[in-house]
């Protein structure tokens, strides 16, 4: 398998302007998992979701933050508007929900909103 | 509410000295526990886990990892630090739902 997907890795945007990360998860995995990695608050989860259901979303920043998964390969994460304090790492991670929840990490998305 | 607090954010070893990198976790339930490593500019990556079974945990990169359920603690350590081991480490505990909450972080230095 070729692991969690993560697109794009990079991402410079400016302020005001819309961005939308991807992620696809490993195939199998029922349940997905957002965070946020600053150097000032660490490794935050922003939201996850089981069975393509969004179950917890009490990290979500903001409004500007909406997440979304159609289905069971396909997960986005969109800032809007996006703001220079939304830069950060953005992780996606996925796991098999009830078999030792072990989650496998994306690479990441870097985002600097300038 | 359950929580995962790791001690030290930043440890330095000489390559070839013991590494030693404290968790110590708070659940009222019998934990799923990992340790999860991440290198510059990489994603976390799975290092061992606890699941109930042996409390002496063996994982990659000769690391390992002891479950002491009176103690709460799940310290992670290498018997010989290399130089590639330097990077972050996190602890997590699996809590309901299947989400991981996971420690602050402890950087690891190794110094040649």
């Known amino acids: 398998d070729a692991g969690v997907i993560q697109s794009p890795r990079h991402e410079v945007t400016e302020m005001g302007q819309e961005v939308t990360l991807r992620c696809k998860p490993i195939?199998?995995?029922?349940?997905l998992f957002w965070y946020r990695q600053t150097m000032m608050r660490g490794l935050e989860l922003l939201i996850y979701?089981?069975?393509?259901?969004?179950?917890?979303d009490s990290g979500m920043p903001e409004d500007r933050f909406s997440a979304k998964m159609p289905n069971a390969s396909f997960s986005t994460l969109k800032i809007q508007p996006s703001e220079p304090r939304d830069s950060a790492v953005y992780f996606c991670?996925?796991?098999?929900?009830?078999?030792?929840?072990?989650?496998?990490f994306g690479a990441g998305t870097r985002l600097s909103v300038l | 509410a359950q929580s995962v607090t790791q001690l030290g954010s930043h440890v330095s070893v000489s390559e070839g000295a013991l590494v030693l990198l404290r968790c110590n976790y708070s659940?009222?339930?019998?934990?799923?526990l990992f340790w999860y490593v991440q290198y510059p500019n990489q994603g976390l990556q799975l290092l061992l886990k606890?699941?109930?079974?042996?409390?002496l945990v063996k994982g990659i990169n000769g690391f390992e990892a002891e479950f002491k359920k009176s103690e709460t603690s799940f310290h992670l350590t290498k018997p010989s630090a290399h130089m590639s081991d330097a990077a972050e480490y996190f602890c997590?505990?699996?809590?309901?739902?299947?989400?991981?909450?996971f420690g602050q972080g402890t950087e690891l230095s190794v110094k040649p």
């Open positions: 659940s009222s339930v019998p934990p799923y």
């Open positions: 979701f089981n069975n393509n259901v969004p179950i917890d």
């Open positions: 606890y699941t109930s079974a042996a409390t």
């Open positions: 991670a996925s796991s098999f929900w009830g078999h030792e929840n072990i989650q496998y």
């Open positions: 997590a505990v699996s809590v309901e739902g299947g989400k991981l909450i």
């Open positions: 195939s199998g995995h029922n349940s």
